[in-house]
C-alpha cells in the first residue's frame, strides 16, 4: 500500500515537473511559428528531443523491463491522435521526400480514412488497421518524428500486445509503463495549454486523415494559426485536446 502510494505520488510530481516547465518554452515557441518565424517541424523536434531525454530516463520495474524493439508493429495498428502541429510537421518532413514515396503514401493514407470513414471512434479502435507510416519490415517509416502517442507507448508485456493486437474486440488493455504515459501526457498537455495561450487550435484528430489534409489543404496551417478547426475534414476530432478536467482547473 505505501509502494503503491509513493509510486502515485512520483507520477504526479513527474507529470507536474515536466507541465509547469514546458507550458512557457512551448507557449513561445508557438507564438514564433504563429509569427512565420518558425515552422511546425521546428517546433515539434525540439520538443520531441526533449522527450526523448525524459522518456529514456524513466525507470522500469525489474520484472518488467520495456518490452518494445525495432520491428515490433503491434501497437502500429491503433487509432493514433495527434495535435495540429504534429500532422503538419509530418507533412512538411514528407515534401523532402521522393515523389515516388509521397505518392505511394497519399494512396495508403486515402485507403486508411475511407477503410475506417463512418466508424464511430471507439469502432475505428478495433479496426486493426496499419498505419500509413508502418514498413513491411514493421519499422516506422517517421521515426525521428512520430507523434507523441507513439512516444508515449512503452510497453512492459509483449504478451498482451499481441492478444491485443490478435483479439481487438477483446477490450485486451496493453500493459504500458505509468511513469512514461505520466511523462508523455505532461508533453501533450502542455502543447495543449501552449496553443490556448497563443488562439490556436488545440484539437486532436486521428492521424491518417489529419496528415492526409494536411498534404492537401494549403488553408489548414492558417486555419490553425487562427484558431479555426484545421483539419475540417478529419471525421474523428477530439476538441478538448486530450487535456483532463484536473490539469484544466490547475492552469484555470
Ligand atoms: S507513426 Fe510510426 S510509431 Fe506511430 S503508429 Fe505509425 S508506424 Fe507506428
Not at 108 to 131: D, F, H, M
Not at 155 to 183: F, R, V
Not at 221 to 231: A, H, N, Q, V
Request: proline share 6%; net charge negative.
Amino acid at each position: 500500500m505505501e509502494d503503491e502510494s509513493n509510486l502515485d505520488a512520483g507520477v504526479r510530481h513527474l507529470h507536474m515537473s515536466i507541465l509547469n516547465g514546458m507550458v512557457k518554452h512551448q507557449t513561445s515557441a508557438f507564438a514564433a511559428v504563429k509569427a512565420g518565424k518558425a515552422t511546425p517541424l521546428n517546433q515539434v523536434i525540439r520538443v520531441y528531443l526533449t522527450s526523448d531525454q525524459v522518456l529514456s530516463s524513466v525507470p522500469y520495474p525489474p520484472e518488467q523491463p520495456l518490452a518494445c524493439e525495432a520491428g515490433c508493429g503491434f501497437c502500429c495498428h491503433l487509432t493514433v491522435l495527434v495535435h495540429p502541429n504534429e500532422a503538419l510537421a509530418i507533412a512538411e518532413h514528407v515534401a523532402g521526400w521522393p515523389a515516388e514515396m509521397q505518392a505511394g503514401l497519399r494512396e495508403r493514407l486515402e485507403s486508411n480514412v475511407q477503410a475506417t470513414k463512418g466508424l464511430p471512434l471507439a469502432t475505428r479502435e478495433v479496426t486493426n488497421v496499419p498505419c500509413a507510416f508502418l514498413r513491411e519490415d514493421q519499422s516506422c517509416g517517421i521515426y525521428p518524428i512520430r507523434p507523441m502517442a507513439c512516444r508515449r507507448h512503452h510497453s512492459l508485456n509483449l504478451d498482451s500486445c499481441i492478444k491485443a493486437y490478435e483479439s481487438p474486440t477483446a477490450g485486451i488493455q496493453n500493459e504500458m509503463s505509468i511513469l512514461a504515459i505520466a511523462a508523455s501526457d505532461a508533453f501533450m498537455a502542455s502543447t495543449v495549454l501552449a496553443l490556448e495561450a497563443n488562439g490556436m487550435d488545440h484539437s486532436r484528430f486521428e492521424m491518417n486523415a489529419a496528415v492526409l489534409e494536411a498534404l492537401t489543404n494549403p488553408a489548414a496551417i492558417k486555419r490553425w494559426k487562427s484558431g479555426k478547426l484545421t483539419f475540417p475534414s478529419a471525421e474523428h476530432v477530439d476538441r478538448t485536446g486530450g487535456l483532463t478536467p484536473e490539469v484544466r482547473a490547475q492552469y484555470g
